[in-house]
Nanobody
Framework: QVQLVESGGGLVQAGGSLRLSCEVSGRTFSSYTMGWFRQAPGTRRVFVAVISQDGVSTYYADSVKGRFTISRDNAKNTVYLQMNSLKPEDTAVYYC???????????????WGQGTQVTVSS
């Protein structure tokens, strides 16, 4: 089975930076579109960022555009989310996901990690 494991979450002050990592098991990582989603307390999980199989195409939610950067290293079976200029409203559990299509809908993703907590204090 395909397994995804997130890491890199933690506590950071507003304006700070954090980099999340998601390691994917298996030998088919390069065939997957990879996405990041987040879920704040008491809210539904929402789209954050997506990157294509070859890393050429990316797309971001308006709320993080210009502050977050998604990237991938297919040789390491890993996708990253660099988060800069963090705000308290970025506080959430962040999930990575793997799918076969490039898009923002959660239904496009077949595999999900367990999430990593990001807390931004003011």
């Amino acid at each position: 089975q395909v397994q995804l494991v997130e890491s890199g979450g933690g506590l950071v002050q507003a304006g700070g930076s954090l980099r999340l990592s998601c390691e994917v098991s298996g030998r088919t990582f390069s065939s997957y579109t990879m996405g990041w989603f987040r879920q704040a307390p008491g809210t539904r999980r929402v789209f954050v960022a997506v990157i294509s199989q070859d890393g050429v195409s990316t797309y971001y939610a308006d709320s993080v555009k210009g502050r977050f950067t998604i990237s991938r290293d297919n040789a390491k079976n890993t996708v990253y989310l660099q988060m800069n200029s963090l705000k308290p409203e970025d506080t959430a559990v962040y999930y990575c996901a793997a799918g076969q299509r490039f898009g923002v809908a959660q239904t496009l993703y077949d595999y999900w990690g367990q999430g990593t907590q990001v807390t931004v204090s003011s």
